[in-house]
């Protein structure tokens, strides 16, 4: 290298940032003692800003283009501090590259349920997930506010206030807008523009940043009010309770009678099922009789199945026991008053002595009279 080409390299210096990390915010120029030559040349493309800091004090801001770093092209910096010629630097500053573009694929989401007053549910929570971007508009300010003297400032080290911001304003917007949990998804747009002008009137002034697209993906509900939403569309969906209770009872009397191995407890299953759907259509308007009472030339519906009895003996439950095996082991002194029992339709086992049905069974029975007097 000759002369000429050794002092044309002490005199020129290049300042650009080519930036590769899609998250990364703000970056420093890494220079030795903060020095920059006479006549370096600043590159700032498109998408970026560059700060030169002096002392501590924004000293100036050039947007994109290409620039000869001299004395006409710096009047502030010039202003503090004096310059020098010479193959040391005519003058010391940090330089700081901000990036103007959006940062995108920004994830938010509510860590905690959120409480809302639902006019169909009552009280419920609510979770919701979503995306958004980030740009800075104001460099000074997020300079400042955010990045200090750090060499490198990216979108994750903000995420975590931006994601509060988000939060609180989504909590907001949705308690105010009164919207019912059935429609939520119907207003995904209209309540992400009210949540992001919110979140953006907190961030813009205070640190130069701005959220210029929010959406949300997903609200989601209790499990327990999602079910209730699924059973409210079933039942609109089938109408007529009455007509599709007796569609199941017709289909099922055919299924009933194909099972062989159900024997007459299928005949008898399936008999029921025909007097059951026959009452029903005996009840409906125009068959001539009273809900409750069967028409005439109709056939009455079966009585009841007797009750089945289960007992406690030694420790281990026996049965069930129809009335006559019961009233046998009641002569048997097998069951006494004290007899934990239990029959379908009791809420729990109870001392047969207690069970109003079986209380008679236990009555003293007295001696007979004694003679009259005389005989």
Do not use: C
Request: net charge negative; glycine share 10%.
């Amino acid at each position: 290298m000759g002369f000429f080409d050794k002092l044309r390299a002490e005199l020129i210096d290049i300042v650009e940032w080519l930036d590769d990390d899609r998250l990364t915010l703000v970056w420093r120029f890494p220079r030795y003692h903060n020095q920059i030559k006479n006549g370096a040349q600043l590159i700032v493309r498109p998408g970026q800003t560059a700060i030169f800091v002096h002392q501590g004090e924004i000293a100036d801001v050039f947007e994109p283009g290409q620039y000869t770093l001299e004395t006409k092209n710096l009047p502030i910096l010039s202003t503090l501090q004096g310059w020098k010629y010479g193959f040391d630097s005519p003058f010391k500053a940090e330089v700081y590259f901000v990036s103007t573009r959006q940062v995108t694929d920004l994830k938010w989401g509510t860590p905690n349920p959120i409480m809302m007053r639902d006019p169909d549910f009552g009280p419920i929570r609510i979770r919701a997930f979503g995306t958004y971007t980030l740009k800075a508009v104001d460099a000074r300010a997020l300079l400042n506010e955010l990045v200090g003297t750090d060499s490198e400032f990216d979108a994750n080290e903000i995420q975590e206030l931006l994601r509060s911001i988000i939060n609180s304003a989504f909590a907001d917007v949705v308690a105010s807008s009164k919207i019912a949990a059935l429609d939520l998804a119907t207003s995904y747009r209209e309540l992400a523009d009210k949540i992001r002008a919110a979140a953006v009137e907190k961030v813009d002034d205070e640190y130069g940043l701005d959220i210029p697209q929010l959406y949300i993906v997903n609200i989601s509900l209790p499990e327990a009010v999602e079910k209730a939403i699924d059973t409210r569309g079933s039942m609109a969906a089938i109408g007529d309770m009455g007509a599709f209770q007796q569609y199941q009872l017709g289909m099922a009397m055919p299924e009933a009678a194909k099972n062989p191995a159900g024997g007459l407890a299928s005949a008898g299953v399936g008999l029921g099922m025909g007097f059951g759907m026959m009452n029903q259509m005996m009840n409906q308007p125009g068959s001539g009789a009273a809900p409750g009472q069967v028409g005439p030339g109709a056939m009455a519906p079966p009585p009841p199945p007797p009750a089945a009895w289960h007992i406690v003996e030694h420790g281990q439950t026996q049965g069930p026991l129809d009335a006559a095996a019961f009233m046998q082991a009641v002569q048997q002194k097998r069951i006494t008053a004290q007899t934990m029992v239990w029959s379908a339709g009791m809420p729990g086992w109870q001392p047969a002595g207690q069970v109003p049905a079986l209380q008679s069974l236990f009555v003293a029975t007295p001696p007979p009279p004694p003679p009259p007097p005389g005989v």
